[in-house]
């Protein structure tokens, strides 16, 4: 049975300007993305890992290609359709200051809710099972200005959780955090996985941890080509040191 | 916290009615409070039969229910539009200082205004009560469309820009090409013409007759109607246009939804009241700090109740008694806003977001 919740036919993904020109960023990628796995985006900076999680999500339309989520093209999709589908949690800071903890995460029911916005009683019990799920349930009466870092991160992976998706896509969640947090995040994202059968595609630098959490890794290069593989493979890994121009001497840290 | 909320919303009614009353009681004329309230409920058939009484009032009466009434309900209307207006623009450019004024959408309302008055002259006064009413129809049409045309071709920027930042700047821009435009109008104009128009610029609540707010109502209430429909998609935007965009929210119908109705909001206050500045700016602010949130669900409640009492305020210190006249309303309104938007900055340069 083909258990893929998205899957990318020889995508080109990119940027368009204005009226003509366009500026690709990556040229016939393919991969395939299954119910309850996670994987490991790795590459080094600016090769086009966000580019592709935007891709991959709808937020910026493939220049080329067919690209899946279930069984529909993405271009059919609406905009409440796809956001039931997949979640995201971006890179970058939300400026919503006054905002309550528990208000940002209900947002996460918009695509369930009726015009109104009102929460029915089952998403009120959603929104209280993420926070648990997080373990931020401490943190749902501060608002976002009162959050450190690593709380408004867990706070913004219980907003993409409370969408109750079958896919999220996660760009560097761990970049300003410490050690602990990092740990943390990862864990629960991976324990999300396991048992919600979500799937996962998180990017990050912190190539260590991603090892430990990933059942596979996308690992892309700085021409913007995806390599597929696995965190226990010994040729893997060495492919991973040469796109990261990591010396032999450095391999202990890559498995 | 609910209580609170509810606790905060019956005082601030409270407050909007009591100043409503305060400006239709006060006036350069000292009229009886007992003699008002006789006026305004009394209906005037009443008083015909009762025979002398109703030529002794008729002087009051027509201060009241067609000076002082008119003038309280239009700060109201005005208020709350300009307040809603002004949040709309906020939600949507994430930007604390982005209002009616910013965008050009109140200089677009104004160059209209502008060609009418100064082309084909405001023959008396030059409020747009006072215009015959072919000339006022014409006023508040030149106001709504120049709004509209400004609105118009920032959507159609919008299509090529992605970034809100970028927008906004824009709409700057052509508030400055519709500014230069009026200005080179105003050189080449006779100088009476001048002066019906720079009288409009200064704003006033107190130049509308029924007729007008027969139009005024209308409008403010489809745009608040239609508020209330955006509360779920303004508070996701709350988050960034991408995320709203990840959660199911079609960013470029309630991009263009809610421009409209913040274009027709600040055309409509603008054609009968002038230019008003800083209530739209100010008001949205002074909400999410009274009820200490950024929910839309009270926010934009809150800002209609706010901005109405606002108004209502600059309303009546522009006619405080004893001053021998009526100060200009913009002002006022200056005076009052100027503090909320620097105390708003000076907590955004403090690294705390401003929504």
Known sequence: MDTSVIKALCIDTGYRHGFRSTKRISECLSANLFTGEVVGLIGPNGCGKSTLLRSLCGLQPILKGALYVGEKEIAHMSPIQLARKISVVLTGRVHAGHLKAETLVSLGRYPHTKLSGGLSSRDREVVDRVFSAVGAEALQYRTVDELSDGELQKVMVARALAQEPRIMLLDEPTAFLDVTRKVELMELLRNISRTQGTAVVVSSHDLDLLMRISDRLWLMDEKGALHKGEPRDAEFARLIRSVFHIPAHYSSSIS | ?355
Not at chain 2, 81 to 104: H, I
Not at chain 2, 150 to 161: A, K
Not at chain 2, 270 to 288: L, Q, S
Request: hydrophobic letters at 60%.
């Open chain 2, 1 to 355: 916290m609910r209580r609170a909320v509810v606790v905060r919303f019956a005082l601030l009614l409270l407050v909007t009615l009591f100043l409503f009353a305060l400006d239709v009681f006060k006036g350069s004329v000292a009229i009886p409070l007992d003699r008002i309230f006789e006026i305004l409920t009394v209906p005037l058939e009443g008083l015909q039969k009762s025979g002398e009484l109703a030529t002794a009032y008729s002087g009051e009466r027509d201060i009241i229910l067609l000076f002082r009434l008119p003038r309280a309900v239009t700060s109201l209307l005005a208020g709350m539009g300009l307040a809603l207006s002004g949040l709309f623009m906020q939600t949507l450019f994430r930007n604390p200082l982005a209002g009616p004024s910013v965008l050009g959408i109140n200089a677009g309302a104004n160059l209209g205004v502008a060609l009418v008055i100064l082309i084909w002259g405001g023959a008396a006064g030059g409020f747009v009560a006072a215009l015959p009413f072919g000339m006022k129809a014409l006023v508040t049409a030149a106001s709504v469309l120049g709004a509209g045309g400004v609105l118009v071709v920032i959507l159609l920027v919008s299509r090529f820009i992605g970034s809100v930042t970028l927008l906004l700047l824009v709409g700057l821009m052509f508030g400055y090409l519709a500014n230069s435009l009026v200005t080179l109008l105003i050189h080449f104009s006779a100088a009476s013409r001048v002066q019906s128009y720079l009288q409009w610029t200064f704003g006033t609540f107190g130049a509308t007759t029924w007729d007008d707010i027969h139009i005024m109502l209308p409008v403010v209430l489809a745009a608040v109607v239609l508020g209330m429909f955006l509360i779920k998609s303004l508070n996701a935007l709350l988050l960034g246009e991408e995320y709203a965009r990840s959660m199911g929210v079609a960013v470029m119908r309630i991009r263009m939804t809610v421009i409209t109705a913040g274009a027709l909001l600040a055309g409509v206050v603008t054609a009968f009241c002038g230019p008003v500045t800083f209530v739209g700016v100010a008001v949205p602010h002074i909400a999410r700090g009274v009820f200490r949130t950024a929910d839309h669900r009270i926010v934009v409640p809150a800002t209609l109740l706010l901005g109405g009492a606002i108004a209502l305020i600059a309303d009546i210190v522009s006619h405080l008694p004893g001053q021998g006249g009526i100060l200009p309303l913009n002002s006022v309104t200056a005076l009052l806003g100027v503090p909320v938007v620097v105390w708003v900055l000076m907590r955004n340069r403090a690294g705390r977001s401003y929504i």
